[in-house]
Structure formats: C-alpha cells, structure tokens
C-alpha cells in the first residue's frame, strides 16, 4: 500500500483512497489510517468482525464508475491502447481528441 500512495500522480498523498471489496480488510484499513489516508471500499458479503463504514463515504465510490467508463471507452481507439506515436505530445493530442470525441458523442 504505502507503494501505491508514494506512486501517486499528485502532489502529496492523497485524502481518499477508493477500492473495490478487494481492498476490504483490517490490516489494510490500518495501515492506511496510519498514513493518514482514507480508505473507502464497500465490505464483503462474509466479513465476520463489524462494519467500519456507513453509507456516506461509499456514496464516493458509486461514483467510481465514470473513471472506468473514461477508460473503456478510450480503449474503443486503437491508435491509443497500442501506442502508435513516438512522440508523447502527439500521443497527449490524440487522448485529447478521443476525449473530446466522447464527448461530443455523448452530448452533441
């Protein structure tokens, strides 16, 4: 875990962390805490100790599926998931291009 926060995109560690009922368990739990992280992931049909969350944080992580869907709809271009350009400014345009594609499909 400590991998994955130090891995981050961000500037400082991030506030959230939001995973799937995978990243339900108690060391884990802990050892974000001990970070100062926030983990939020809904717990799994056969947990046996009580639960550490109510609904309010898991309102967060109902939202997660417009990032998934982001990246699966950019994967409907090929020219991105195989990597054509040499060039990381091109490659950033055409990720551009197909966000904007999305969206002008979704809402034009």
């Excluded at 739990?29 to 983990?39: F, H, K, M, S, Y």
């Excluded at 997660?64 to 195989?82: D, G, M």
Aim: charged fraction near 30%.
């Amino acid at each position: 875990m400590r991998d994955l926060i130090r891995a981050s995109a961000t500037q400082g560690r991030p506030d959230k962390l939001i995973g799937d009922k995978a990243y339900d368990s108690e060391p884990l739990d802990r050892e974000c805490e001990a970070l100062g992280v926030t983990l939020i992931a809904p717990h799994r049909s056969n947990r046996v100790k009580p639960k550490t969350q109510d609904g309010r944080p898991l309102r967060r992580y109902k939202r997660r599926w417009k990032v998934e869907r982001l990246f699966a709809w950019l994967q409907n271009y090929r020219r991105l998931i195989t990597r054509f350009e040499y060039y990381a400014e091109n490659f950033l345009a055409f990720l551009q291009l197909a966000a904007f594609m999305i969206l002008a499909k979704k809402y034009l």
